[in-house]
């Protein structure tokens, strides 16, 4: 068997493809994996709750079955963000509130992860009820970013990201309302993937077509990526919206080397300013797409409305989700939560009625725009990682934002307009902080959008930049 060290480096498509051959087992991961975390993550505190024992008791009923009969991850460990149930193990949400909660089920995303053969081994710290792209909270404390310290992981699925980062998983499970798969994949050199609606099954919570949030899959390279979003990927009866399993795999069309004729790339989306050096970073990258052959266009769909229809409707589903807490729990719950809830509360029928029309003019219009361009790309994050003392980002290039996020428009625009989308890293800045490219597709189109990932991933040739040691800050 390979060594630890190696093993920690290795891709997540070969530690399966060393699962299958049996050249190691599930066993033996589990052992490399509580190594690493021995070793790194106190540092910066990505799996705060651990869950090994039930790990290896799965493991060693997955290893009663034959060798390549054991699903698509064949005993691979997957963490899973601190939001999202998992039977028998401490689920707080980031929140005091839930500080000793422990789920009697999991989510059914879990459920068929498991069922696919992924064993769960820890849960990713978040923010509080995910609310705020920087992952801290009042019961394990903030998660910090292993390229400095003093940084932050950005947020929700900051610990997912952090854990990628220092090889603490090889794969991991986030989710995603205003970027958080995306975000803090940019901020620690990951790759983060926002899905399409319904293209990973969930349990539904507190209202059956939620769907600004969706759950996705992260890793450190886009094959990865696409392994995890196969074994994610599939309907089921308990969540109407879910979609089928696609005839091909996804991580085919990674593979496929399908190349997009012509891209757009926008430093702004039109709606957001953006940290210059961040804005040049990007733009460098996506005009190295000309290098296959690739036609690449500076142009943005019409996404005027963004910011007011986002605020409205995540106002909205913070009440439907949080209002009874309000009532109850106020005193336990974070500033910027209260904020969120009470303006959920205060929504007139017209305000929700005009949020939900220009909702559907902006994805109209993108729609039209993907009739010109394969892909999109922009900026994953407005700014470089932030000091983790901040809870988020106040102001950018001149520009003081009127609320906790604001700062995440260039991301939450994606959301509303229904498209897959995910953060490929794309250089550093002079500092030496991950900078992460947003390439997104029209929506149901993860298979162009993963092929056109791989493609420019290769040109860039920033694969295996990660796992990192932590780096003090500098």
């Not at 690493?36 to 705060?48: K, Q």
């Not at 696919?116 to 849960?123: D, F, P, R, S, V």
């Not at 597709?441 to 932590?470: C, F, H, M, W, Y």
Request: charged share 25%; hydrophobic share 45%.
């Amino acid at each position: 068997m390979a060594s630890d060290q190696e093993l920690v480096r290795t891709t997540a498509c070969a530690i399966v493809d060393k699962l299958n051959s049996g050249e190691v087992t599930p066993l033996d991961l589990l052992e490399v994996l509580e190594k690493r975390i021995a070793e790194v993550d106190g540092e910066v505190n990505a799996l705060p709750t651990l869950c090994f024992d039930r790990a290896r008791a799965h493991a060693r009923t997955l290893m009663k079955k034959p060798l390549g009969e054991r699903g698509l991850l064949a005993g691979m460990p997957v963490p899973i963000k601190d939001l999202t149930d998992v039977e028998g193990v401490l689920t707080t949400q980031g929140s005091t509130i839930y500080k000793d909660r422990v789920p009697a089920h999991s989510d059914l995303l879990v459920e068929r992860l498991e069922n696919n053969g992924g064993l769960i081994y820890a849960k990713s710290n978040t923010p509080e009820f995910g609310a705020g792209a920087n992952t801290f909270n009042g019961v394990f404390g903030a998660t910090r970013n292993p390229w400095d310290l003093s940084r932050s992981a950005a947020g929700s699925s900051g610990g997912a990201a952090a854990a990628l980062a220092t090889g603490t998983a090889w794969l991991a499970h986030g989710s995603d309302m205003g970027g958080s798969l995306r975000n803090p994949a940019s901020f620690c050199g990951i790759v983060g993937m926002r899905p399409s609606i319904g293209r990973v099954a969930h349990t539904p919570v507190a209202k059956i077509d939620r769907n600004l949030g969706v759950q996705g899959p992260m890793g450190r390279n886009v094959e990865d990526v696409a392994l995890l979003l196969d074994a994610m990927s599939g309907e089921h009866p308990a969540d109407p919206l879910s979609l089928p399993a696609l005839p091909a795999s996804f991580l085919s069309a990674a593979r496929s080397g399908r190349k997009p004729k012509r891209v757009a790339y926008s430093p702004d989306l039109g709606i957001t300013p953006v940290d210059p050096e961040v804005a040049a970073i990007t733009r460098k990258a996506a005009a190295r797409f000309a290098e296959a052959g690739v036609i690449v266009e500076e142009a943005h769909p019409d996404l005027r409305e963004a910011h007011e229809c986002f605020h409205v409707l995540r106002a909205f589903d913070f009440a439907i989700s949080k209002a009874a807490l309000l009532r109850t729990k106020r005193e336990q719950l974070k500033p910027e939560v209260i904020w969120n809830i009470e303006e959920g509360v205060k929504l007139t029928v017209e305000r929700l009625e005009r949020a939900e029309a220009q909702r559907v003019a902006m994805t109209a219009r993108t729609l039209e725009f993907f009739k010109t361009y394969d892909l999109l790309l922009a900026p994953a994050t407005i700014v470089a990682p932030f000091p983790v003392e901040n809870r988020y980002v106040a102001e950018c290039a001149g520009k003081k934002f009127d609320n906790y996020i604001e700062w995440l428009a260039i991301v939450y625009a994606i959301t509303l307009v229904c498209c897959p989308a995910l953060s490929l890293p794309c250089g550093f800045t002079a500092s030496g902080l991950p900078v992460g490219v947003q390439m997104v597709a029209a929506p149901r189109g993860e298979a162009q959008l993963l092929a056109g990932a791989k493609v420019l991933e290769d040109i860039l040739g920033v694969r295996g930049t990660t796992p990192i040691d932590p780096r003090a800050a500098r």
